[in-house]
Every structure is written in structure tokens, then in C-alpha cells.
């Protein structure tokens, strides 16, 4: 058995224990799957938590299907490889309303695509309990999240009325019509999760490593032209960079970084070095003073 | 005070390199946390401490700069506060509501730190952080020394089970940087903290708005020879949260069964350690089983120890599942149903001896009374007084009582076995948080005794189904009326019952009890007991009792089998009640002369889902009467 070293070790013993408190006290829990690093993460930690049982519920992908071509195929080659129970969610009545990241803007793609979407596929299917992979380390309203969240019958999350959550006695009662989203990597840092990666030896998208790839300069971040959905402003002409990923999603919303690392242990050194956070790629994060914040208390994960 | 035991050490954090380092091996992760009083600067001191030691990305940096204009007296300055506040309400009041979780790590050694509330409302969230930390730095305004928030603030972080602490006396630039000034908040801490039994006090001269020993030694208070904060942090001593070489305590988290032939146990191991072999006792049955297999995702382990994810099998088919503990058989664990422990109230409804909430300690859940409020704490004074109630963020040592037996160890020994949440059965919030002290009885000395004769073959004899109808409804809405004539018709039809009313229970039983919340849920309490050992003898029991709170009505029901428990609420508005005022009370009541009076002092909580609803204002109480018995009929509890 390989030897994490012991902060790994405890964060993982701690999230493995979150994972089977799901299992134990939820009727209908759901895993999001988002095909990211802190995904693959979870996914990885489910299936230790259980072993030698399988998963004891399902993944839920919600697909704004602007999501880049890698992570797509990344995703279905992960179902098949494990032999997942996989449901893709798309929000057809924004489809059908034409929505899209580029012409509807940023905000508007979110709160349609992602976060009414999920609302969607959560009350289509009757989950109590929805697992992500937010870590607390991430962004400031998550820093004030609890492991266990409970949201109203409606998703909405009141971060002026949180339950206390002394030791890891979780909480876990619900009135009929809640929900409770849950938090296993609360206690990760974006290091951590890198270091977890290299040390389980992890697949992860490619995205993630540099290479050459046809970049566009949008608002000051690099905007990689994955299909021929992207429209072009006049004169503009994708340059073949050297780049890679911090973080993965809408690949008109999501900001690289020029980059040689190519490797898990190139990353680790880079982010050593580096001055900037993990989000700052994220154009969505950005769109008013504590939009995170907003976005949450309206059930985005 | 006690000397740090590396006195002076420079922080070796200076370049943007240690934003992501590692921690050194060996000293591993710190959790602390920051508390004091609201002003004393704690957003301010975590901001200064992660901004001066290089810690905070670009990024962040260049947005908080933007968001500090207007904020700070310098164009360009940056209000280090902003870093770490992060709530919309928080920014807009300048205040910190909740607990911020903030990650850190420098060449030696990495951090959680939990930013917590310094106002007394958030006293609840400050207790959340300092349950899974090994470390306090509370803060003191050096222009206003102890301030009562600071003095709560070192006495929970005590009952929590911290044992190191750093005093950061904050503001010195304010107070001309005088060590006068700094000495006389130290010595008063000192004597104050004596009997909280801290292992070490480290007080730290600084400014967190100007940086002064943060992570930079500061030249403006050159007789302070002592580490800066940040130092002191890196190379403090504060021993294993979780205890490696402590007794076997292994938590089943959740029964694994992949297929008929495996059943394994998935749990962690909070102490100690197990190998396959081991004999153990599986907790709190105390049934005696050994370890065949320790199964890991990578394979069979030769061990887990302290803090390991794991499912074990047992050697033979011993009943064991969710919440139980196995330990080593000579290190047993204490059980017991009744233990003394010292609660922090959470919630805005004040503690209710008597009442029944939910009490979960590990992974089990399990109805738990306040039998008993010992004494509260006063957190200024450490002294003790007598209350009735808990409000909220006071602290009480009580005794409770379980409806099944716990596994624990007292939480000076363990603080994962040591402790449990009490939620409200009603609201599902969680409204305390307890440090088990002690059992008061062993269960092992208490046995259930078998009877001879069961309660059903007494019911069977009598040719009914027991059953407990309880009539609820304000004072003067007509419950002992109906209930007199549904026990006149249930008579008639030969049915053996017996009527319990409110005011003659409290000529007897109960005249012990008054009329304030806790004793109405005391009174209903006992009547909810003697209603279920009528029941056991065969009867239908009819109550006639306000019992105002759904918590305690539901409490009754719980006591019930599935069906033997109908609430009959006689539904009649307050102001029909006030006309009617057979009993003059109503007047009494708005003269002043009657305290908490239900309806008008005193809250009355209408059931939600009926078995049966009476409109008193539509039938009179024959009509009313014959619908119950229809009812019962229905049911199957009264013959045809």
C-alpha cells in the first residue's frame, strides 16, 4: 500500500469518512461530477471509501455543452474505464432559449446553464444529497461553507443562518423538501489536491498539461478557440500557444496560462512559484463584488 | 507565562516560494484559530500575517487594494482585513459573522486557521472553530485590556480542549508601544487563566494594522525580546490532536456488503491501532468478536492505526453496525444512559430541561434528555450559579439521560468519543454542543426487567387496542368538555379507560411544578410516561392537556408503538377562549396577575398534522364527541 505522507493521509481519512456518512444518513445522495482535478479527487475517494462495494450512488454531470472536447471524452473514457453510473443533465429549456456563454454573457450562461440546471436535475430526481467538490480554500464565501449545507426546499442557501459544526458530528436531519450539499475536500488546498494526484498517480484531463494550442486575448485572459463555436472579432487570428489550465469549465470562460509544465510534478513547481490564485482564470468569478456569494445563495455549487 | 520553548526564531518566509511549499516534516499541520472581542482587529491580524509573510496571490492582492478605497487613509494602502472577511453582510457591517477557514503553509510548518466572530451573538460559531483546534491566539486591545468577550472567549477555548494559547496583545502602536501596558494585560490574563488549565500562555506585543511582530520583529517595542507571532506559530509544541499511542477506539461509520458473503465494517480508527487478530469488544453491546481481515483500497493492510480510513471483518458473525465502537478488551470505554457533561447552548430557544432532543455522539443517533442543570458557568467570573435554562452561547454542566446506552470517553481523553450534539427534534437545528464529563450510572448496572405478562396479552384480555388520545388546544378551548364525553361513550361500549386532566395531575404528581416553559415541558413529560404505563396495562388513555410545545407532543408519541398516539387538536380561536373564560383566567392573565399564560405570555405551538382537528365553534361537544369515537372505530381501537 503506497505511503501518503500524513497530512494526505488525515485529509484523506477525513473526507473518506464524509463520503460514508452520505451514504449512511441520505436516501437519494448524487455525486457531481464536473470531470475536474478536485473530481477526479472525490471520485478517487469514493471509491476507497466503499471498497470493496461500488459507489452507492450515482454521478451527475451537468453539461452546459460548452464544456472544451477533452473533458468530454475524458469523462466518458473515466465511465467506462470504472464502470460508473453516470447521468448527464443539460438544461434543454435554455438550450432552446439560445443561451450561450459568448452572446448571453457570462452571468446569464451560469445562472441558466449550471445553476438552474442543476436545480433541475436534483428535483427531477428527488437527491437529498449532493456531493461536490468545492474546497474552502477556493474562493471567500467558500471559505464559510460548511461540510454539510443545507439548502431549502427552493435550493437556496442563507449564509447568515449556517448550522454550527463542532468536531464531525455532522448534522444530517432534514424537514421534507430540503437538501444538503456536502463538502468532502472543505479542508484541501489546490496543493494538496495536486500533491493527492501525483501521489495516487490520478488520470487527469489534459488540459491541465501545456501544449501548443490555438489561443485567443480576451479581457486580458487567454481564450483557447476549442471549436468553431467561438466567434472571432474582426482582425483576430487564433496564435498557437504554449499553455495549459489552472481550472476547468466553459472553455469560453475559462482563462489559461502560458506555461511549460507538463508534467504533475512540473505543476507542483510551478504553482511553488507562482504569484497568482487558482481562480483568477475564471471570468465568471468576476462579474460583481461577491458573485460567488450571489451565485451560491441562488444554488450554484 | 510559560517561555515558548524555541524562544527567538526569524521567519524564514519572505519570497512568494513558500505560497504552496510543503510542510517540513515533522511538525506537520496546525489548526488554530483566532478569537477576542469584536474591534480587537482578528480579520485584521490573519490579513497582516498571511500578507507580510508573502502569502497572498496577485490576484487577490490587487483586488483588495481596489475594494480598500475609501477604506484607508493612504491611496494604494490596502485595508489587510479585506482579505479575509468574505460575506456580502460582513463587508457591509464590517464585522465578521461566521467562521473563515484559511489555508496556509511555509517552509515549516502548514496551517488551518478558522477566523472567528468576536461578537457575543457568534459565540456558537468561535466554539465551532475551537472544537477541532489545537491552538488559540486571542486577541486584547491593548487601550481596553480584558474585555468580557476575550474572558468567554479563554474559558470556551478551555472547555473546548485547547491547552495552548497565545495572548496577542493587539493595538500597541495605539498605546504608544508600552511595556507597562503590555505587562499589565499578561499578569491579568495570567491570574486570570489559572484555573483553566492551559499548558502554555505565550503573550505577544503587536500591530497587526502596522505589522509590529506579526512576521516582521518590530523596532518600535525593542524591550520585547520574544518570537513574533508567526514564529511562534511555526515551532509551537502542541502535541497529536488525535492520540497515536491512546486505547483502541475504532468508529463504525457504515456497514459494507457487497455481496451476502462479506460484511465488513468501514469505519475510522479515531485512537490507538488494530491488527488482524486483535481481539476486541464491539461497544456499546459489549460483545466480544476478533479482527479476521483490515481491507484497504489497495489491499489487505498488517495494520491501521491513529486517523486511518478503513473496513475490517470480524472472525465470526458478531452483531455490530453503524455507531458502534470497538476497542481492545481491556481498554474498554465507559457506557452508560445517564453521564454529567458540560453543554454549550447554541440555539436562541434556551435549553429545556425535560425535553426530549436528539443526541448524536459519532456516527448514533438517540433521544436525550437535561434530567438535570447542575449549575451554569459564569463566563466572566468562572463561578457558578443556578439557572433554570440555558440561553444562548451559555455554558452549563448537566447531567443527561439516553434512551439507549452510549459508548464514550470522557472528553478530556478523547475528544471524538468525548463529545455529542443535541438537535432539536422539531426544527433539526443544532441548539448545543457537549464535553462528556463523566457516567453517572453504568448501564451495566441497570437492566430492563423482563415482565411475565406483555402488554399486549393484557390488551388482549380486555378486547381493545391501547391507545393514548391526546386532546390539545388553549386554555378554555373545551379539551377536558369532549374528553369527558368520549370517555362517557367509550364506557358505554365497554372499553377500559382512564382519564388523565391537567389541573388534577397537578393537584398530585406534578404539584411540584410551576408554569414556566421548562416545567410545562417537565409536566408533560411525566404525563407522556404514565400515559404509556396505562397503555402497557391495557387502557385508552385520554389527556387533556394544553402542552403547548409540538417538541414535547412528539416527544409522547415517540414513546408510543406506530399508531397508538392521536393528537386531537381542539381548535378553538384564542379569542372564543378569552370570551369563554370558564376559569377566569384569561382575566387574570391580562390583569398581570397570571404569568405565562399560554395564548397571551406564553407561546402556543398548534399541531401541524392533526389525527384529528375539532371545531369547537362548528359542532358542540356531543357531535364532537361521536366523531372521536367514529374515528376510533376506524382505526380499529374501539369496537363497533
Request: include cysteine.
Amino acid at each position: 500500500m503506497p505511503t501518503l505522507p500524513d497530512d494526505l493521509r488525515l485529509l484523506e481519512a477525513e473526507s473518506i469518512a464524509i463520503l460514508r456518512e452520505v451514504a449512511a444518513a441520505f436516501t437519494r445522495p448524487v455525486m457531481l461530477y464536473s470531470i475536474g482535478k478536485d473530481s477526479g479527487v472525490l471520485l478517487h475517494l469514493a471509491r476507497k471509501a466503499f471498497h470493496p462495494s461500488p459507489i452507492p450512488f450515482p454521478l451527475l454531470h451537468v453539461d452546459t455543452g460548452w464544456k472544451f472536447r477533452e473533458m468530454i471524452a475524458f469523462r466518458d473514457e473515466t465511465v467506462r474505464r470504472l464502470g460508473l453510473r453516470l447521468l448527464v443533465h443539460r438544461n434543454e429549456d435554455g438550450v432552446a432559449r439560445g443561451i450561450d456563454p459568448i452572446r448571453s454573457g457570462s452571468a446569464l450562461h451560469t445562472r441558466v446553464m449550471k445553476t438552474e440546471a442543476l436545480r433541475q436535475a436534483l428535483d427531477r430526481h428527488g437527491f437529498d444529497a449532493a456531493i461536490g467538490g468545492a474546497r474552502r480554500d477556493e474562493e471567500k464565501s467558500r471559505a464559510k461553507e460548511r461540510v454539510f449545507s443545507v439548502r431549502s426546499a427552493a435550493h437556496s442557501w442563507d449564509p447568515r443562518d449556517q448550522r454550527p459544526e463542532p468536531w464531525r458530528l455532522w448534522n444530517t436531519r432534514l424537514a421534507p423538501g430540503e437538501s444538503v450539499r456536502v463538502f468532502p475536500l472543505s479542508n484541501w488546498t489546490e496543493m494538496d489536491v495536486w500533491r493527492y494526484v501525483a501521489a495516487e498517480r490520478l488520470p487527469v484531463v489534459p488540459l491541465y498539461f501545456a501544449a501548443e494550442r490555438p489561443m485567443v486575448r480576451r479581457s486580458g485572459a487567454l481564450i483557447m478557440v476549442d471549436d468553431g463555436r467561438l466567434p472571432l472579432n474582426p482582425g483576430e487570428v487564433p496564435e498557437i500557444m504554449r499553455v495549459r489550465f489552472r481550472t476547468l469549465g466553459c472553455y469560453p470562460l475559462s482563462g489559461a496560462i502560458p506555461s511549460d509544465a507538463a508534467t504533475v510534478e512540473d505543476i507542483l513547481a510551478e504553482m511553488r512559484a507562482s504569484r497568482t490564485s487558482e481562480r483568477q482564470g475564471r471570468l465568471i468569478d468576476g462579474d460583481e463584488p461577491a458573485s460567488m456569494e450571489r451565485k451560491k445563495r441562488e444554488g450554484y455549487f | 507565562m510559560t517561555t515558548p520553548l524555541n524562544s527567538i526564531l526569524n521567519s524564514s518566509v519572505t519570497s512568494a516560494a513558500a505560497l504552496v511549499a510543503e510542510p517540513a516534516a515533522g511538525r506537520g499541520l496546525l489548526r488554530f484559530l483566532t478569537c477576542g472581542s469584536v474591534d480587537d482587529g482578528k480579520s485584521t491580524l490573519i490579513g497582516r500575517l498571511l500578507h507580510d509573510a508573502g502569502l497572498v496571490p496577485d490576484d487577490q492582492l490587487e483586488q483588495a487594494r481596489r475594494d480598500s478605497r475609501g477604506r484607508v487613509e493612504t491611496e494604494g494602502d490596502i485595508d489587510v482585513s479585506l482579505l479575509v472577511d468574505g460575506l456580502e453582510a460582513e463587508r457591509e457591517q464590517g464585522i465578521t459573522i461566521d467562521v473563515a477557514h484559511r489555508f496556509f503553509a511555509t517552509g515549516r510548518r502548514s496551517f488551518i486557521v478558522a477566523d472567528t466572530p468576536g461578537h457575543e451573538q457568534y459565540t456558537r460559531n468561535m466554539a465551532t472553530a475551537a472544537s477541532t483546534a489545537s491552538l488559540a491566539v486571542l486577541l486584547a486591545d491593548a487601550r481596553k485590556g480584558l474585555l468580557t468577550q476575550t474572558r468567554r472567549h479563554a474559558i470556551v477555548c478551555s472547555l473546548m480542549g485547547i491547552r495552548h494559547v497565545v495572548l496577542a496583545v493587539n493595538k500597541m502602536d495605539l498605546a504608544g508601544g508600552d511595556e507597562a501596558v503590555f505587562s499589565a494585560i499578561a499578569r491579568d490574563f495570567q491570574s486570570f487563566a489559572e484555573p483553566l488549565g492551559f499548558r502554555s500562555v505565550t503573550a505577544i506585543p503587536l500591530s497587526a494594522r502596522r505589522g509590529d511582530n506579526v512576521v516582521h520583529p518590530s523596532g518600535a517595542m525593542p524591550w520585547y525580546a520574544g518570537p513574533t507571532l508567526l514564529a511562534h506559530l511555526e515551532t509551537a509544541e502542541v502535541g497529536d490532536e488525535r492520540t497515536a499511542d491512546g486505547p483502541l477506539r475504532f468508529l463504525v461509520e457504515w456497514v459494507n456488503r457487497p455481496d451476502p458473503d462479506f460484511r465488513g465494517l468501514s469505519g475510522t480508527v479515531l485512537s490507538g491501532s488494530l491488527e488482524p487478530g486483535d481481539a476486541v469488544t464491539v461497544w456499546p453491546s459489549g460483545r466480544p468478536a476478533r479482527i479476521a481481515r483490515v481491507l484497504t483500497f489497495e489491499g489487505d493492510a498488517a495494520r491501521a492505526r491513529t486517523g486511518d480510513a478503513v473496513t475490517v471483518t470480524l472472525e465470526d458473525a458478531v452483531d455490530a453496525g453503524r455507531g458502534d465502537l470497538l476497542s481492545h478488551p481491556g481498554d474498554a470505554p465507559e457506557v452508560a444512559d445517564q453521564f454529567a457533561a458540560h453543554l454549550l447552548w447554541m440555539a436562541e430557544d434556551p435549553l429545556m430541561p425535560g425535553r426530549s432532543y436528539l443526541l448524536r455522539a459519532g456516527s448514533r443517533w438517540v433521544p436525550a434528555t437535561v434530567t438535570t442543570l447542575r449549575h451554569a458557568l459564569n463566563v466572566e467570573t468562572l463561578e457558578h450559579t443556578a439557572a433554570q435554562t440555558l440561553e444562548l452561547n451559555a455554558v452549563g454542566l448537566c447531567n443527561l439521560s439516553t434512551a439507549a446506552p452510549l459508548a464514550f470517553d470522557p472528553y478530556t481523553a478523547n475528544r471524538d468519543t468525548g463529545s455529542f450534539i443535541l438537535v432539536d427534534r422539531y426544527t433539526n437545528r443544532t441548539v448545543g454542543a457537549g464535553m462528556i464529563q463523566h457516567p453517572l450510572r453504568r448501564a451495566a448496572n441497570l437492566h430492563p426487567q423482563e415482565l411475565a405478562v406483555s402488554a399486549a396479552e393484557r390488551a388482549d384480555l380486555k378486547r381493545q387496542r391501547p391507545a393514548v388520545l391526546w386532546f390539545t388546544g388553549l386554555s378554555g378551548a373545551g379539551k377536558s368538555t369532549v374528553a369527558n364525553r368520549v370517555e362517557r361513550l367509550l364506557h358505554a361500549l365497554g372499553h377500559h379507560t382512564m382519564m388523565l386532566d391537567g389541573d388534577n395531575v397537578r393537584l398530585g404528581l406534578n404539584r411540584d411544578l410551576g408554569f414556566t416553559d421548562a416545567d410545562r415541558v417537565e409536566n408533560v413529560r411525566r404525563v407522556g410516561e404514565v400515559a404509556k404505563l396505562m397503555t402497557d396495562a391495557g387502557l385508552i388513555v385520554l389527556c387533556a392537556f394544553i402542552a403547548p410545545f409540538r417538541a414535547e407532543r412528539e416527544a409522547v408519541r415517540a414513546l408510543l408503538p406506530e399508531g397508538a398516539f392521536l393528537e386531537v387538536f381542539v381548535d378553538t380561536p384564542l379569542e372564543e377562549c378569552v370570551r369563554r373564560d370558564p376559569k377566569g383566567l384569561y382575566a387574570k392573565a391580562r390583569s398581570g396577575a397570571l404569568k405565562n399564560f399560554t395564548g397571551v405570555d406564553s407561546p402556543y405551538e398548534p399541531p401541524i398534522a392533526p389525527e384529528l382537528r375539532l371545531d369547537t365553534a362548528a359542532e358542540d361537544a356531543d357531535a364532537l364527541a361521536r366523531r372521536v369515537v367514529e374515528e376510533l372505530r376506524r382505526r380499529g381501537i374501539a369496537g363497533a
